[in-house]
């Protein structure tokens, strides 16, 4: 959900990649809750984090708390926030409120972001 909302909300400003600490699929809870507000996430997928440099990335994002499973270079970055977020994948019926909740995060990190750039 945080990649779609990234990618719609940022187009033209920010590039997104979404990883997991194993690759995953989205599940079929999150496709529709996104498809209510306007996102097509259907073909989104999780490649693993081993998959990724990460030199190659300025800002990382974790999900759910967990940041605390991540590998130092990841931590290290020019940017990093551990989203403490209820996972959905535990209680279906949440997805709605953790769908509202990052989207609230992405607009602020994104505002973030353009703030810095312009100030640099």
């Known amino acids: 959900m945080a990649e779609g909302f990234a990618k719609t909300l940022g187009q033209g400003k920010i590039l997104v990649t979404s990883?997991?600490?194993?690759?995953?699929s989205v599940r079929p809870e999150a496709i529709v809750v996104m498809q209510e507000v306007g996102i097509d996430i259907s073909d989104q997928t999780s490649n693993a984090l081993s998959e990724f440099e990460p030199t190659a990335f300025d800002v990382v994002i974790s999900l759910c708390g967990c940041g605390v499973s991540l590998p130092a270079e990841?931590?290290?970055?020019?940017?990093?926030?551990?989203?403490?977020?209820?996972?959905?994948?535990?209680?279906?019926?949440?997805?709605p409120r953790v769908r509202d909740e990052i989207?609230?995060?992405?607009?602020?990190?994104?505002?973030?972001?353009?703030?810095e750039e312009t100030s640099v």
């Open 19 to 24: 990883s997991g600490l194993e690759a995953s």
């Open 74 to 95: 990841w931590l290290n970055r020019s940017y990093f926030e551990d989203w403490q977020l209820d996972d959905p994948a535990e209680q279906p019926d949440i997805f």
């Open 103 to 115: 989207k609230v995060r992405v607009e602020a990190l994104i505002d973030r972001l353009s703030a």
